[in-house]
């Protein structure tokens, strides 16, 4: 990049700060976080910092359900080809082929600790989503699945006694020393900057949807994982890839709220403003085309017509039916006055999961050694160009299974002496000319909608390189005071990323539409695009 990242957020004295001592450390209180919690003996301390509280992760707004090979009616091998066709040759076959074969236990799994599936007649009431090619898509409370598994999560963690839960903590940046990740720096409104001091990490700080004006995502997910990694000296990897989810509930001037894919499953068909079902003039597959798809159909439709927004149609079904599966959206869209069995349902694109992030093995093992990371702030190979539905949380499970299990082997080898460590930290601009977080926020969050969404082309990511850049000159070597600071910070360096990568890819692959590539060009670019800046 064209810009001096700094090494940390806020300048800290070492011998001013309080310290704190674990033997594992996790960064992110979702699903992966919490499953890597459990996965540690409890012979040894685990701190889960959260950034607001517990029950506050995406993983809680998850919709649809987690994918998995449940019944003799389908195949190990229709699920991994389900995802390779979504995700196209940047998938790892190894990686899809360990996450898949693993999803029957770590669903059994979350069964055992009590989380509560849909069942008919005694069996698992098995959904059907976009790319897949069976009913394979295990769901709760109709349509609050992520919700229901993270009660049941929650509550088992809180059993732990050897795991505590800091919630309402800030995650300023990883601590490094000789090389390799020793912990964090955090920051929460009773105890100001507190330094964990741990024999292993592991990053599961979840999503960034907030760079971007149109996201599905919850205020949180502002990225703080991946720039901290990225200061820190971890790779980054495919951060050009965003997915963009096809229906985003938009009602002009409310927050955007997620019309889960389970809808198109049932039956529910996309309309244009002129009561048109256009899917049949973009692909085979209809509403069920994989996200990729179905949202670059309807930014088309949506210029064709010359209309904010398409619809989804649900009129034709069973009322009682939808009402049942969807009731939590039924109740969504009744704050709006809209009657999902009657009305049409207006929908566009929002930025949904993103699929690039730190670089890990099959064990959730970073480039930086100490580090571990699971769930979405990874690069783990299932997703490839572009995520099957319901494969995130099976990913967050198996990834923080796996992470979990073997940074507690390595804290085991890593003896009780935290004496050699220390800190040198540079001095920050303290400069009390205000800043305007806000106007450069929805700045930023516009500029990364128009230049980085759904299309891109070389001339539109320029000019966002050079405004960016701009705000980043003035911005990230500020002293800034509290978390809606860093947060900004931490979203300029991540749309810088996201930006560049963006910018390099000159093809159309998956999520990621150039329109000025719109080919897809295996001999080129049939590779990863890495980030990495020199760990200090």
Known sequence: ?????????????????????????????????????????????????????????????????????????????????????????????????????????????????????????????????????????????????????????????????????????????????????????????????????????????GGAGQVYRETTNPPLATGDGYAAAYRAGAELRDMEFMQFHPTVLYIAGSSR?????????????????????????????????????????????????????????????????????????????????????????????????MIGGVTVDAQGQTTLPGLWAAGEVTSSGLHGANRLASNSLLEGLVFGAHAGEDAARAALQVADDFRALSLETPQRDVSSEPLDLADVLNSLKSLMWRSAGVRRNAERLTDAAETIDGWCRYALFRQLQDPSGWELQNMLILSRIIIQAASAREESRGVHLRADYPQLDEQRWQRHLVYQRAAS
């Open 1 to 205: 990049m064209s810009i001096t990242i700094p090494r940390y957020l806020v300048s800290f004295n070492a011998k001013h700060v309080p310290h704190y001592f674990a033997d594992v450390l996790i960064l992110g209180g979702g699903l992966a976080g919490l499953r890597a919690a459990m996965a540690v003996g409890d012979g040894q301390s685990v701190v889960v910092v959260t950034k607001e509280k517990i029950e506050q992760s995406n993983s809680n707004y998850a919709q649809g359900g987690i994918a998995g090979v449940m019944n003799s009616e389908d195949r190990f091998e229709d699920h991994i080809a389900d995802t390779q066709r979504a995700g196209g040759t940047l998938c790892d076959e190894a990686i899809v082929e360990m996450v898949v074969c693993e999803a029957p236990k770590r669903i059994q799994e979350l069964i055992e600790w009590g989380a509560r599936f849909d069942k008919e007649a005694g069996e698992l009431m098995l959904g059907r989503e976009g790319g897949h090619s069976a009913r394979r898509v295990v769901h709760a409370l109709g349509d609050a699945t992520g919700h229901e598994i993270m009660r049941a999560v929650i509550a088992r963690v809180h059993s732990e006694e050897h795991v505590q839960v800091w919630e309402d903590t800030f995650i300023l940046d990883l601590l490094t020393h000789e090389g390799a990740c020793r912990g964090a720096i955090v920051w929460n409104a009773r105890h100001g900057k507190t330094l964990i001091w741990a024999k292993q990490t592991i990053l599961c700080t």
């Open 257 to 353: 709220s997620l019309i889960s894919e389970a809808m198109r499953g049932e039956g529910a068909r996309l309309i244009d403003k002129n009561g048109h079902c256009f899917m049949a003039d973009y692909d085979d597959r209809l509403e069920l085309a994989p996200r990729d798809v179905v949202s670059q159909a309807i930014v088309n439709q949506m210029e064709k017509t010359r209309h904010p927004n398409v619809y989804l149609d649900l009129s034709h079904l069973d009322a009682q039916h939808v009402r049942n599966r969807f009731p939590g959206i039924s109740a969504a869209c009744l704050e709006f006055g809209i009657d999902i069995v009657t009305d049409r349902i207006p929908v566009r694109p929002g930025a949904h999961y």
